[in-house]
């Protein structure tokens, strides 16, 4: 059973730094992953789309990477900006007859980033 | 604009009072999916459909229902609310019939059953 595994819950810093989220999970048959931002109250933003064949992506002052055989992505924010404050959720869709029907979520990482 | 619009936003509703939320998508996905979002618990997949009159069991479906009778429209209906259903609930959409693309999803309906 796949799971996914946000590290860390919570993250606070000053505007200007460049930052790092991090996600793994236990199961390397992925057909995909994909990193969503969460404003309070609001839906799933999709920020990157890295498939299962990528190393990563990049938009903006974002870049996601992608390690399959180890298990690991990451999402980098360069110079963050307080309207960068939101919940990062990572999510892995399987591949093989059972595992792509649905997205598989971490619990997300909450950054809060200070004028 | 591409999107996935659910109705109400919010609901409040008493136990046993049937109910429905709606979620359409504008971009001819073949795929859509409902999930329940709880603390602690992060995102659940209740129900999914590969495509229209397509419809199969997520993790958590014990006491809601979906069809799909047309492409753009997913409906979820609670025929029995109970407090349990209490939750936050985002509709999703993907094409995948040259594989999977990327997944929109709504922006969510607060449900509360007292």
């Known amino acids: 059973k796949q799971e996914v595994t946000q590290i860390p819950a919570a993250l606070s810093v000053p505007e200007g730094e460049n930052l790092v989220l991090n996600c793994s999970f236990t199961?390397?048959?992925?057909?995909?992953l994909q990193w969503f931002r969460q404003d309070p109250g609001k839906g799933l933003t999709s920020l990157l789309l890295i498939q299962s064949s990528q190393r990563e992506q990049t938009s903006g002052r974002l870049n996601a990477s992608l390690d399959k055989s180890s298990g690991r992505s990451t999402l980098y924010i360069a110079a963050s900006q307080p309207g960068d404050s939101a919940t990062y959720l990572c999510?892995?869709?399987?591949?093989?007859?059972?595992?792509?029907?649905?997205?598989?979520f971490g619990t997300g990482t909450r950054l809060l980033v200070s004028p | 604009e591409a999107q996935v619009t659910q109705n109400p936003r919010y609901l409040i509703t008493v136990t046993g009072k049937k109910l429905t939320v709606t979620c359409s998508q504008n971009m001819n996905h073949e795929y859509m999916s409902w999930y329940r979002q709880d603390p602690g618990l992060g995102l659940r997949q209740i129900y999914y459909?590969?495509?229209?009159?397509v419809t199969d069991k997520g993790d958590v479906p014990e006491g809601y229902k979906v069809s799909r009778k047309e492409k753009r429209n997913f409906p979820l209906i609670l025929e029995s609310p109970s407090p349990n259903q209490t939750s936050l609930y985002f509709c999703?959409?993907?094409?995948w019939g040259q594989g999977f693309t990327e997944a929109f999803f709504g922006q969510g309906t607060r449900l509360t059953v007292v």
């Open positions: 199961d390397s048959a992925i057909y995909n």
């Open positions: 999510a892995v869709r399987g591949s093989g007859n059972t595992g792509f029907q649905k997205l598989v």
């Open positions: 459909s590969m495509n229209v009159e």
């Open positions: 999703a959409s993907s094409s």
